[in-house]
Structure formats: C-alpha cells, structure tokens
C-alpha cells in the first residue's frame, strides 16, 4: 500500500504516475474530507485514511503537503509505522525538513525529495501521471527503493545532499521568484509601454504566497546570499555601461545551455 | 509615396499594415539589396529606391532602421525632403533621435515614433499586417497626419515626451533585460535543477547584442537609475526576509493590473 499525504498536483500526480507504471497495489490519500474526495473523482486515490492508520500499513508514505505541515507529519509519524517503512517527501526546501526528519524518525527510513515539476493550475484536479517526465527529481540521500520508483515515473534522479539543494534552489527557483515580485510594481506605473518583456519578466510575480511563506521561511540564509550575490552582478553591469557585449554573450550562452539541459 | 528606410520586421509590417488600412500609394524600400529583394517576395514593398530619390518623393518617410543607421539617415535626409514632408521613426529610444532630428531637420516635418511591438523572429519574413493591432505606439509630438496612419494599422496611440520615454522604456523594457541578462549565468551553474522559473526568467538573455548596442549607447543614464532604483528594491527584500507577504500581495496585484492594460 501507498500513502499519499496531501493530495494535491504534486501528491496527485505521484498517485497516478506509480498508477500508470504499473503499480497495483492500494493507494490512500491522508488529507482534508474534500481533498480525498476530489483525488477520488479524479482517479488518483482510492479511499481517504486517517494518518495513523495509513502510516501503520503503508509500504511507501509519500508527504506531499505544504512544507510546514510536511515539518508536522514528521514530528508525529513515526510512532505509527513499520519498521523500514520507506517515507519521502516532496517539499521545495530540503534542509529543514532532513533535519527536522533526522531528529524524529528512528523507525521509518526517511529519504528527502523534491521533484522539480509542477504547474500553474493547482489541485488534484489538474495531477497529471507525466507531471515527473524528463523533470529533474532530487534525493537528498541515497535509496535504492525510491530511485527505483523515480525512474519508473520517467524523472530524472539528481543526487544531492540537503544544504546544497537549498543553496541551488535558492539560485534557481528562489531568486528568480523574488525578482519578478521585485519587478512588478516598478513596471506597473509605466504599464501602458509594457510590452511582452515586461509581461515576461512579471509572470512569476502573480504567485501565491501561500507556498512561497514557507520557502522564505525554510530558506532564508541562501535566498539572501543569492539575493546578494544577483545585486553584485548587477553592480557590475552598471559599472560596464553602455558596452555590455561580453555580458550578453556570456548570458546568452549559459541561457542555451540551460534549455539544453532542461 | 511611402517610403521606408532599413524593411526588416518593423518596417516590413508598417508597409504592410498601411497597404491592409487601404493606402493603394507606391511603397519603396530603401535598404540593402538582399533586404529589398526579401521585402518585394514579402509583398511588403513595391521597389528598392537610393535614400536620396525616395526622400525626394515620398509624403511619408519611415525610418526603421537600427538607431545608429536611424541617426545618420536624419543627418543627411533634409537635404533631399520637399518641404513638409512627414518623417517618423520606430526606434527603441528616441532622445538621442529627437535631438539629432532637431538639430539636423528644418525642412523636413520630423516626429519621433516607438511602436511597442515586436516578435522573437526577426527580419522581413516575419513580417505582419497586424503586428501594431492593440500595441502601444509612442509619439514624442503631435501630428495629425502620423496620428491618423497610427489609427489606421489599430496601434494605441500613447504620447509622451522623449526624455518621458526612454525613462519609462529604461523601467519596462531596458530593465527588464538587464536582469535576465545578469540572471543567465548564475543560474547556469545549477543547470540540473532548474525549472520553469529559471527557464522563463533567462528567455530574454537570449536576445542579441546587435540591438542592444544601440539602445545601452543611447540611453545609459535612465538605464543605471532603473538598476539603481531595482538594486535597492532588492535591499528592501532583503532587509524584510523572510517575511514578504506585503510584496507578494502588492506584486501580484502589479502583475494582474499589468496584464489588464496590455
């Protein structure tokens, strides 16, 4: 049996991709009334479990919830499970939560994740059994069990310890959120000559902060150090006006081998 | 007769927008012989004609070229212009033009144009009738004749002064590819994780240096108070990690209303 917590897009998809690879056994979800309903309808679960319940005959426990209810699910799940119950989790920062793991859970074997895919839409409603294709999928330790299941949902496993996890992602997914927020307001007193750069660029900024809370507050020290590390690049820019040709060849290079390598 | 100076993608679709609005006039080309030749198989122009013949007997000159070519046809035009004539430009910043045009045509009817429309192909290929449909089009100056070609290919008619402009146009469009331009590198190194964010905040760091040039050449003191002013946004999210909610709220907001006006 497989145990979901949190169904959501990410816990949903993960439902439906082990579905789709062939996995027959039973699948809970522990989550809201309304949430297992609508992961119900959508194929996703089969029935709704209480965590304790579920915890105690699982073979895999998924926690798919935001990341201080993930904190939460650690700091009581243990009591309930199997020894080796395999548990993972899919929260966006990983040190946190390792640790938080490392001081609660003797007889599970907890493995931290973070699958880097998602979507606009949220909710199980828009789970999706390729959501991991071709995505990167971090594991913060390793696990034969889980690995397994990574490539059977068609990710692709990235090794990578918790502290440097959070140093990337701070880079990569945490920085870019934060200049576009920063962006918005700016470009909105000027709105009627935006064009499809600005647009672009204020995309991310529509976010809801209900996920971004606990990002910013798992997270802080390396979103700062990034947040830093961007404003002396910008430094150097200014200092190299007007002629700024090494600096767009150099970005447009690493820009293609980003989409090469995504 | 309509004559139109550099027919790559801007000035191939004000050709062809002005021939959708009706104008059944001689449309001349006046660009290299490879552009004239791709300009007449896009249906866009009728003939390649010298700058000095075409300045002759035009009603309305267009100049789309990129802005160094822009300022040097100003610098030689009026000689050749029967008094009156209409002489607009679609560069991408215009105090550096409406100078120039200032200093340089008396005979010639000079107003400075910036339409804020655009596409990632380039060239007369890609040319469109409908390019300017529901775009902003910047006039630094009244004039009634421009003003109505403007309403004609369904442009949004946006006045405001030169030095207006290239402020605004620092803020919303130079801003907003510096710093993806600065972003591109950093995120490189972190390749394997990067997701939707990083790929959609580096897109603009593809852009080539061969148009940009020109516009960091031409206005690079808005430009380094457009970084300025975003740095210390920056500072003021650093100083409030990890608790944003405020600007997550008021970006979001910027962002929808952004998205409402374009």
Request: charged share 25%; no cysteine; proline share 5%.
């Amino acid at each position: 049996m497989i145990a979901i917590a949190g169904v959501g897009l990410i816990g949903g998809s993960f439902a439906l991709a082990v579905r789709k690879a062939g996995y027959a056994g039973k699948i809970v979800g522990v989550s809201s009334p309304a949430a297992i309903q609508a992961a119900i309808a959508r194929g996703a679960i089969d029935e709704g479990m209480p965590l304790a319940e579920a915890a105690a005959r699982a073979d895999l426990i998924y926690l798919a919830q935001p990341i201080e209810r993930i904190l939460a699910t650690i700091g009581e799940i243990d009591q309930y499970v199997r020894p080796g119950t395999l548990i993972t989790d899919a929260g966006s920062t990983k040190r946190a939560i390792v640790e938080r793991a490392y001081q609660k859970i003797q007889r599970g074997r907890f493995v931290g994740g973070h699958p880097m895919a998602g979507k606009e839409a949220r909710g199980v409603e828009a789970a999706d059994a390729d959501l991991f294709r071709g995505r990167p999928y971090v594991l913060t330790s390793p696990d034969e069990e889980l690995e397994t299941w990574i490539a059977k949902i068609g990710a692709r496993l990235v090794r990578m310890d918790a502290d440097a996890h959070d140093r990337r992602a701070a880079v990569v997914s945490h920085l870019p959120q934060l200049l576009s927020t920063a962006l918005a307001p700016m470009v909105e007193d000027s709105a009627a000559m935006a064009g499809p750069a600005a647009v672009d660029m204020t995309r991310l900024a529509l976010s809801s902060y209900d996920i971004w809370r606990d990002i910013l507050a798992t997270n802080p020290m390396e979103i700062d150090a990034a947040l830093a590390g961007y404003i002396e690049r910008l430094q150097e820019l200014r200092a190299s006006l007007p002629d700024l040709q090494d600096e767009f060849e150099r970005a447009a290079q690493a820009a293609r081998r980003l989409r090469e390598s995504t």
